[in-house]
């Protein structure tokens, strides 16, 4: 595990998904076996272990996720109790403050606040995932149109926050 600093008192902890672990999976299926049998695969082992290792070391958890971001979000609670993951004294507690928030709310309270915020935004991307998976949603089309637009609506979550 790396740590970044970035000022101001903030550290990231920077995390990687187990090498051998990628390789494997690269050799046996290809770079892009995604985009046939779904991204499940390759999100657990690039996101959902690392997460695992990261959110052992804690009792609680802060997400971004909002209630209008997806079908499959519409009943995030604010506070719940984690048992996908495993923390430092048993399931984490997941916070999730931001889930009655509208994604035009979230941007005016950045813009008011100065909330440093990744510049891709500026580029049109509204949800960011990884660059293979990720494209800049089309006029019209939905905040997450652009996650795994090649799978169903329903299916674009990577596991961080499903069971």
């Known amino acids: 595990m790396n740590s970044i600093n970035l000022g101001n008192g903030v550290t990231v902890e920077v995390m990687f998904p187990d090498a051998a672990q990628v390789q494997g999976l690269v050799e046996k299926k290809g770079l892009f076996s995604f985009y046939n049998d779904g991204h499940g695969e390759c999100c657990g082992i690039r996101k959902l272990e690392p997460l695992g290792r990261a959110l052992s070391k804690y009792r609680a958890w802060i997400t971004g996720q909002r209630r209008d971001q997806s079908p499959t979000r519409t009943d995030v609670p604010v506070i719940q109790l984690d048992t996908v993951h ?20 979230v941007w005016s309270y ?10 891709l935004h500026d580029q049109g991307f509204i949800s960011i ?35």
């Open 110 to 119: 950045i813009r008011a606040n100065e909330v440093p915020y990744n510049e």
């Open 129 to 163: 995932g990884c660059e293979p998976c990720t494209r800049v949603p089309r006029p019209g089309e939905h905040e997450r149109a652009g996650r795994w637009w090649w799978e169903e609506a329903t299916k674009r979550e990577c596991g961080l926050h499903t069971g």
């Open 86 to 105: 495993r923390g430092l004294e048993g399931p984490p507690i997941k916070l999730n403050p931001l889930a009655g928030w509208s994604l035009q709310k």
